[in-house]
């Protein structure tokens, strides 16, 4: 098996320029010594039982059980909706476009072996909700409510409209055979309608919160129905933990992630990390490590990790980003604005498919240019090219690659991001683990949701705060 690896060498100043990159020679010295901590810190977490997600590749009872579930459902569905939000859809998605592409739902069910296809809800859009929900054939639809908590308003709404359009289309008694919820094993609303209305539920390990939830049931049910294989998955998660636990800081991909991201962010300013894979296929995979990166260490130290206590926020800014689309929109930004980012590239050194480009119109220079490359060959040209014009102006960047993108190395992939924000809470001094700033707003949509205030004035603009043009 092939692991991802990480080349580094665009964020040292010996690239970069003097003053403009690290000094390697820290690598071996001060910044061994801050992942060191880290890694201890880490490892009490492990030790203590908060890292669920490291125990799930080798979990091979949980895994076992998805997949009788997932197979005892695919046979009698030809939709799945996965309905759930944040950790409990990005990670999914970050499966599905990764190994399925982008056009899964478009073929037919010989090209898709006769799986499923596969939809998501998460956003409680009525737009989007009612447009999958008026075109799916509900009798032949399969709904996973996923929800760690078992309580998210979000989730819960969509579950009541779901059951009762089920309740029309197949009729009550029926309705429980279309539902699969995927919960915490013991607590929450949903685990007690489980019980009830005797739904099948999968259980999410306590210990395993929501957006490092990918690798557990939360992913791999919708995973396993639609035919990616997840003894591949994890056997690629397992042995990238194994590498991202050494301790030699320039041998653990997921210590030099986190340290050099930590100190370009601490010692150089450069607090913003663009996560920008050359692939469509990872596009979801960006969006996952900006939920990841931002929701686990934006926060105030001292309320669990170890390295730094102060009560200003910390935290860096993550921002998803693909190529080479965005060298058509956030590449001047990147090149000339504000010296405050770090890029994160990802390449795949070989491609499922790839295309030749003709050599037309030869005689046009533009048209010249491209000929006897492939769209393939084009997009690492564009990457090695960005790469090199911010290295130029003294702008840093890593690179993680893939040799194939399939499940071993999305896998790998998944646990190395993982497993370096853990590090990287240790290092920023916080808990990656929680996400104490989302609570005022979810206390206050409950608030408003019990006073009805969705109607009145209640925390939208008076008619005296609009500008006047609004009135
Ligand atoms: O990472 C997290 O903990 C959050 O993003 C949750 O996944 C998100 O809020 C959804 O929560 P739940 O799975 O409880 O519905």
Redesign the pocket.
């Given at each position: 098996m092939k692991l991802p690896t990480l080349e580094y060498g665009d964020l040292l100043e010996h690239r970069l320029g003097p003053g403009r990159g690290l000094d390697p020679a820290r690598l071996r010295g001060d910044l061994q010594e801050r992942f060191a901590s880290a890694l201890l810190g880490f490892r009490e977490r492990r030790d203590r039982g908060e890292l669920g997600f490291l125990d799930l590749p080798t979990d091979a009872s949980l895994a076992r059980q998805v997949v009788e579930v997932a197979d005892s459902f695919a046979q009698w569905f030809e939709e799945l909706v996965v309905v759930?939000?944040?950790?409990?859809s990005l990670g999914t998605r970050a499966l599905a476009e990764g190994l399925l592409g982008g056009h899964w739902n478009e073929l037919d069910d010989e090209a898709r072996d006769h799986f499923p296809r596969l939809h998501f809800l998460d956003n409680p859009d009525p737009d989007t909700t009612a447009a999958l929900l008026d075109r799916l054939d509900l009798r032949r639809t399969l709904f996973n409510v996923?929800?760690?908590?078992?309580?998210?308003v979000e989730?819960i709404a969509q579950l009541q409209i779901i059951e009762e359009r089920l309740r029309a289309a197949v009729g009550e008694e029926a309705v429980r055979g279309h539902l699969l919820f995927t919960t915490d094993p013991e607590r929450g609303d949903l685990r007690r309608l489980a019980d009830a209305m005797q739904v099948p539920a999968l259980p999410v390990p306590s210990n395993v919160?929501?957006?490092?939830?990918v690798l557990s049931p939360v992913g791999l049910l919708a995973a396993a129905t639609v035919g990616i294989e997840v003894d591949r998955l994890l056997a690629g998660a397992a042995a990238m933990a194994d590498r991202c636990l050494r301790d030699e800081l320039v041998e653990n991909p997921a210590g030099i992630l986190a340290t050099l991201l930590h100190a370009s962010d601490r010692d150089m300013g450069r607090s913003v990390h663009v996560f920008m894979p050359y692939s469509d296929r990872l596009r979801a995979t960006a969006l996952w490590f900006q939920?990841l990166w931002a929701?686990s260490l934006g926060k105030r130290p001292g309320t669990g990790g170890s390295l730094e206590a102060s009560s200003a926020g910390v935290g860096p800014t993550p921002v998803a980003a693909l190529g080479a689309v965005d060298q058509h929109s956030l590449l001047q930004l990147l090149m000339d604005g504000p010296d405050d980012k770090v890029v994160l590239f990802a390449r795949i050194r070989r491609r499922r498919d790839d295309l030749a480009i003709p050599g037309l119109h030869l005689e046009a220079p533009s048209f010249g240019r491209v000929a006897g490359h492939t769209l393939g060959g084009l997009l690492d040209i564009e990457l090695r090219a960005t790469r090199e014009a911010l290295r130029r102006v003294g702008r840093p960047s890593l690179t993680l690659e893939l040799d194939t993108l399939d499940e071993e190395s999305l896998g790998a992939t998944l646990m190395l991001c993982q497993i370096a924000t853990v590090l990287a809470g240790e290092l920023y001094g916080v808990n990656p683990l929680d996400?104490p700033g989302?609570e005022l707003s979810k206390t206050l949509t409950a608030e408003f949701l019990a006073s009805g205030s969705e109607t009145r004035e209640g925390g939208h603009p008076s008619a005296v705060d609009r500008a006047p043009w609004t009135v």
């Open positions: 759930g939000i944040g950790g409990s996923v929800s760690k908590s078992g309580g998210t989730t919160g929501g957006r490092f939830s939920q929701e996400q989302v």
